[in-house]
């Protein structure tokens, strides 16, 4: 089983970055799936967004809310994050998260918003 993110990366305040997850081992679709976020130093992940098995019912964390956005491709079996608007408080390692019987993790992408 395997969760690889790509697309963190540094960029400005105000900016925009896609984040993706690429799933392999498991039967993708069946699995609702999510994003979680965390700040170094900080030992808890917050839930940022997720999306069911369908691709349907996205919910959000109000933080951001407006500014990102969470889509599934499951033909592809990956998930996105479009994050738009990027403020310095988003800075985290943002991890993949699948959830059904059992529980997956990717091994978490870097976003640093900075000037």
């Known amino acids: 089983v395997q969760l690889v993110e790509s697309g963190g990366g540094l960029v400005q305040p105000g900016g925009s970055l896609r984040l993706s997850c690429t799933a392999s081992g498991f039967t993708f679709r069946w699995y609702d799936m999510n994003w979680y976020r965390q700040v170094p130093g900080k030992d808890r992940r917050e839930l940022v967004c997720?999306?069911?098995?369908?691709?349907?019912?996205?919910t959000y964390v109000d933080s951001v809310k407006g500014r990102f956005s969470i889509s599934r491709d499951n033909a592809k079996k990956m998930l996105f994050l479009q994050m738009n608007s990027l403020k310095p408080e988003d800075t985290a390692v943002y991890y993949c998260?699948?959830?059904?019987?059992?529980?997956?993790w990717g091994q978490g992408t870097q976003v640093t918003v900075s000037s």
């Open positions: 997720g999306i069911s098995s369908a691709g349907g019912s996205p």
């Open positions: 998260n699948a959830r059904g019987s059992v529980q997956y």
